[in-house]
T-cell receptor, first 114, second 116 residues
Framework: GNSVTQMEGPVTLSEEAFLTINCTYT??????LFWYVQYPGEGLQLLLK?????DKGSNKGFEATYRKETTSFHLEKGSVQVSDSAVYFC?????????????FGKGTKLSVKP | EPEVTQTPSHQVTQMGQEVILRCVPI?????FYWYRQILGQKVEFLVS????????KSEIFDDQFSVERPDGSNFTLKIRSTKLEDSAMYFC??????????????FGSGTRLTVV
């Protein structure tokens, strides 16, 4: 079945450090891929998405590229800020007219220290 | 910006008791969902709801669970007889179109259910 695997946390970085959170997926067909973020005390928010191979999603300085050959969708940011501290979830949804719902990874907690 | 509101933010209940988790989806949304996350585990799909009926449910969503949209604004998840393993964060979400066409679920901030 479809699944998402993301790197275990927590990840602790200093401000302005480079961030990578790895995400790989297993899916039949051609899923859409997402990163969601959950700030402390808040709900899940869509951070970025990509709907087909080689698409790059980007938002708030974060980027992720849909790599079909490596079944990956790694999240990157060149210079993190304290305000980026949150839990990040990689997710997929089967594309087209299928019945798929969102399938999430376990989440990776990021803490950014000043 | 429109929000999905969930209440309560935290509920503690005794094993065997019934609980109702409440959600107010975004007003013009038509599709509603419940997901849950057991501590340290993945966020898992429970159920989707459209046009006053369940459109899809997962294996987790057994006879102990039910959903309702009682008054056109609230969307509730009821667990009839809670078990310890029901302890989790429960997320409500809504979308204006089905998951096949709109990628933009809006999630609530969750209800943390603790069964003791």
């Amino acid at each position: 079945g479809n699944s998402v695997t993301q790197m275990e946390g927590p990840v602790t970085l200093s401000e302005e450090a480079f961030l990578t959170i790895n995400c790989t997926y297993t899916a039949t067909g051609y899923p859409s891929l997402f990163w969601y973020v959950q700030y402390p005390g808040e709900g899940l928010q869509l951070l970025l998405k990509a709907t087909k191979a080689d698409d790059k999603g980007s938002n708030k300085g974060f980027e992720a590229t849909y790599r079909k050959e490596t079944t990956s969708f790694h999240l990157e940011k060149g210079s993190v800020q304290v305000s980026d501290s949150a839990v990040y979830f990689c997710a997929l949804r089967e594309g087209g007219g299928s019945q798929g719902n969102l399938i999430f990874g376990k989440g990776t907690k990021l803490s950014v220290k000043p | 910006e429109p929000e999905v509101t969930q209440t309560p933010s935290h509920q503690v209940t005794q094993m065997g008791q019934e609980v109702i988790l409440r959600c107010v989806p975004i007003s013009n949304h038509l599709y509603f969902y419940w997901y849950r996350q057991i501590l340290g585990q993945k966020v898992e799909f429970l159920v989707s709801f459209y046009n006053n009926e369940i459109s899809e449910k997962s294996e987790i969503f057994d006879d102990q669970f039910s959903v309702e949209r009682p008054d056109g604004s609230n969307f509730t998840l009821k667990i009839r007889s809670t078990k310890l393993e029901d302890s989790a964060m429960y997320f409500c979400a809504s979308s204006s179109q089905d998951r096949g066409k709109n990628y933009g679920y809006t999630f609530g901030s969750g209800t943390r259910l603790t069964v003791v």
